[in-house]
Structures are given as C-alpha cells and as structure tokens.
C-alpha cells in the first residue's frame, strides 16, 4: 500500500480501501478499509524485527539482515512516494473472477504536500477533456502554493500528516511481533532472484489496539529481491472474519490481497500492481470489493516547492513576483 499506500497503498498504515459507489463507496472510505489494509501496508515493518524459521542455506544471506535492509529501504519507498507522480488505472469487477472491469478509472496522481491530487486522463494518461483538465491542474497549482507557505494552517497540516505517520510507525512495530517467517526457496524474476518466504501469525502475539489484532488474522506470503533487499511481491489472506468499527461492520474469512513492487529508478521500488478482493458486511449490507490498480509512468516531481514549479511551467507560468504574493 503505498505503499499499499501502499504499501502503500503496502502491511502498516491505516486502511481497506475507498468507498464504493453508492452504499459501497461509503464503505470504501470507511474504518474496515482502513484496518484491513493496514496489514497489506504494515508488511514492510513487520519484516524489519521478523527473523525467518529457516534463513537461505548461504552465510552471506541471513535473514535478519535481509529484513533489516527492507525495512530501510521501505522508508526510502515512502518517501518516494511523496514525490513520484504516477497514472493509476483502477479496475473495480463485481467478483473476483470477473474478466471485464465494471468501472474504470485512470487518474494522473500528484503528491501535494499534505495530500495528493487525482487528476482524471484518458487511457494512455494524456487528458480526455482539455478544459476540465486545466481546470483541475490549476487546483493543484493553489494547493502546492499553499503548502508551500509557511502559516499556522499550514503547520497544523503538517502535523496531522506526522502524526499518521507516527500511527503507522506504531503498527509496524506491533506488525514485527505478529508474524513468523519462513524461507521457501529462491525464484528468478527476470533477472532478479527473489527469496520467497511464508508468513503465519505468532502464536505469542498479544494485540494492543483493535487494528493490530487484524494481524492475527491474516497469512501469506513475500517475495525480497536479495541483491536490493527490495519488497518484490506479497499476497495475503484473512484467515477468519475481521470485525470492524465496533462489530458494526465485517471483513469475511477468505479475503484476499496481493501487491507487485519493480524498481522504477536506482535503488527506487514502488508498486506497479496492486489486487484487493475483500467480501464482508456492513450493518447487515453486504459488500464486495474486487479491485486491481495498474501504477505506470512514474516521474520524479519533488517536494512542494519543485512540484509548484513544475505544475507552473505546465500551465506556462513563471513563479509570482514578490508584489504579486
């Protein structure tokens, strides 16, 4: 999530994913979105202080080390997400197994300082409505203008943006007492070698807060690209229902969710493909969500301040004069 966010959209942070349309796009930006895929986005963390049952046969690759240098090169992943653009293709299909999408929607995403823009563009990611789009482009340029100013406002945002982030921090240490790791073997990508292992719940784990507990309920599997120490893949699975929100919603046993991560520039690796196939109930409502996310085209765009400058060149303005601001 990314991650997953991550990891995201990634298993740390806060989420299942976004609202559905109509009763299931309330769902979406809902609590159980949030703890679900806090697992998906977690991972990462939990790899960290995770050391597998049986590491690969060679000395120079124990597995603590290996999980050290995800978890170090996960930050890296979180801060490039935070000045990376990318095109999002998202896929939503009534079940899982559904061949066609029901909904397509292709965005161009921007980080924004304390949030991120989803600009809509046509399938190969150039702008289907020239006028909406400026329209749209010129919004962002007022939001990176304003992040980039240095208001109350503006610090109150910026520590709203450091606490969640001090939040997932929390889950990712809880996450590095929850599973318990297992080397499988090594698989060729490419020509990357993967070091494959399996993730089980710990036994001993004892969750503290409601969203740690998720882990308790979820196995699956990683891939880490060994020269790297890179997060290639993951795919998991909730192994019994997740009650949300105070039992007022469910995520069902079965529930499935997987995540491809390439590297998209030197020593940079951020999701390409993203799966979430969650079925449950809200109320007495069910619903499902069956969604793939194609992420493509990523380019560096910087921090706020470069993104302004970027966005304004676009638009084919130069930076405001003193007088002007």
Same mark, same amino acid.
């Given at each position: 999530? &990314?991650?997953?966010?991550?990891?995201?959209?990634? *298993?740390?942070?806060? &989420?299942?994913?976004? =609202?559905?349309?109509?009763?299931? %796009?309330?769902?979406?930006?809902?609590? %159980?979105?949030? /703890?679900?895929? $806090? *697992?998906?986005?977690?991972?990462?963390?939990?790899?960290?202080?995770?050391?597998?049952?049986?590491?690969?046969?060679?000395?120079?690759?124990?597995? /603590?080390?290996?999980?050290?240098? %995800?978890? #170090?090169?996960?930050?890296?992943?979180?801060?490039?997400?935070?000045?990376?653009?990318?095109?999002?293709?998202?896929?939503?299909?009534?079940?899982? #197994?559904?061949?066609?999408?029901?909904?397509?929607?292709?965005?161009? *995403?921007?980080?924004?300082?304390?949030?991120? $823009?989803?600009?809509?563009?046509?399938?190969?990611?150039?702008? $289907?409505?020239?006028?909406?789009?400026?329209?749209?482009?010129?919004?962002?340029?007022?939001?990176?203008?304003?992040?980039?100013?240095? &208001?109350? $406002?503006?610090? =109150?945002?910026?520590?709203?943006?450091?606490?969640?982030?001090? =939040?997932?921090?929390?889950?990712? =240490?809880?996450?590095?007492?929850?599973?318990?790791f297992t080397f499988l073997a090594t698989e060729q990508r490419e020509s990357h070698t993967l070091l494959k292992y399996r993730m089980e719940p710990n036994p001993k784990f004892k969750p503290t807060t409601r969203t740690s507990a998720v882990y308790t309920k979820v196995r699956g599997t990683v891939w880490i690209d060994e020269p790297s120490g890179q997060l290639a893949r993951i795919e998991g699975e909730v192994t019994d229902d997740i009650s949300v929100g105070l039992f007022l919603a469910k995520v069902y046993k079965g529930s499935r969710f997987m995540e491809e991560c390439y590297q998209i520039a030197p020593g940079i690796w951020?999701?390409?493909?993203?799966?979430?196939?969650?079925?449950?109930?809200?109320?007495?409502?069910?619903?499902?969500?069956?969604?793939?996310?194609?992420?493509?085209?990523?380019?560096?765009?910087?921090?706020?301040?470069?993104?302004?400058?970027?966005?304004?060149?676009?638009?084919?303005?130069?930076?405001? /004069?003193?007088?002007?601001?």
């Open positions: 999530m &990314g991650q997953v966010w991550f990891w995201c959209n990634t *298993v740390a942070g806060t &989420g299942i994913k976004r =609202e559905m349309e109509n009763a299931r %796009v309330i769902l979406k930006r809902s609590a %159980v979105r949030h /703890s679900c895929l $806090a *697992v998906c986005c977690s991972l990462l963390g939990v790899l960290a202080s995770a050391r597998p049952q049986d590491p690969p046969v060679e000395a120079s690759r124990p597995g /603590s080390v290996v999980f050290q240098r %995800v978890i #170090s090169n996960q930050k890296k992943t979180d801060d490039a997400l935070n000045v990376y653009e990318r095109i999002e293709r998202v896929e939503n299909r009534k079940t899982g #197994s559904d061949p066609q999408a029901q909904q397509t929607k292709i965005s161009r *995403v921007i980080p924004a300082g304390t949030g991120v $823009a989803h600009i809509p563009v046509g399938p190969e990611g150039q702008p $289907a409505d020239a006028v909406g789009y400026r329209t749209e482009i010129e919004k962002l340029e007022k939001s990176l203008a304003w992040a980039v100013e240095r &208001g109350r $406002a503006q610090q =109150e945002a910026y520590e709203k943006v450091a606490k969640k982030r001090k =939040e997932r921090d929390a889950l990712i =240490e809880a996450a590095g007492l929850a599973f318990v951020l999701p390409t493909y993203s799966q979430y196939d969650f079925d449950g109930r809200k109320f007495f409502v069910p619903f499902s969500i069956h969604e793939r996310t194609f992420y493509t085209k990523y380019r560096y765009i910087g921090q706020p301040a470069e993104a302004l400058s970027a966005i304004r060149a676009e638009l084919g303005k130069s930076a405001p /004069s003193v007088a002007d601001r």
